[in-house]
């Protein structure tokens, strides 16, 4: 019965830990691409159309750049107003898109914590570990 338990503790953990790892791979990549455009170039005028509120901490947008419409730009809330905006956008030409200068900071720093949270759970005992509570 141990066994079995510490075999389903480690099988878990090491699914936890590899998509956490994989996850913080891709947005590190991501991040330091962003990074590198923000580094190279300037900011791209645009023009904010709507703004839509989501949460707390997360909204999203549509602008025009270059007489094409971009939807669903993540966005910090309050920070942006509508009508042309040419400091806080940048264009990623290789993959015609557009993002906002702090995007994914946020969502980054919170994987880098569960990571850190996924390799603690290492050091709970295989008799507290549990799926189901009864």
Known sequence: MIQNKLRIKVVILLFVNIVLLLLL????????KFQG??????PVRVKILNI??????????DIIYNSRIYKNIDISQNKIVL????????????NDTIFY????????????V???ISLLLWLLPSNKFRLTSY
């Open 37 to 42: 455009i923000i580094e190279k170039h300037s």
């Open 114 to 116: 569960l990571f850190v």
């Open 25 to 32: 791979y891709k947005g590190y990549s991501q991040l330091d």
């Open 101 to 112: 200068k702090n995007d994914g900071k946020a969502a980054f720093r919170v994987l880098v």
């Open 83 to 94: 009508g042309t905006n040419d400091s806080d956008f940048y264009y990623d030409s290789e």
């Open 52 to 61: 839509n509120y989501h949460a707390k901490s997360s909204s999203t947008c």
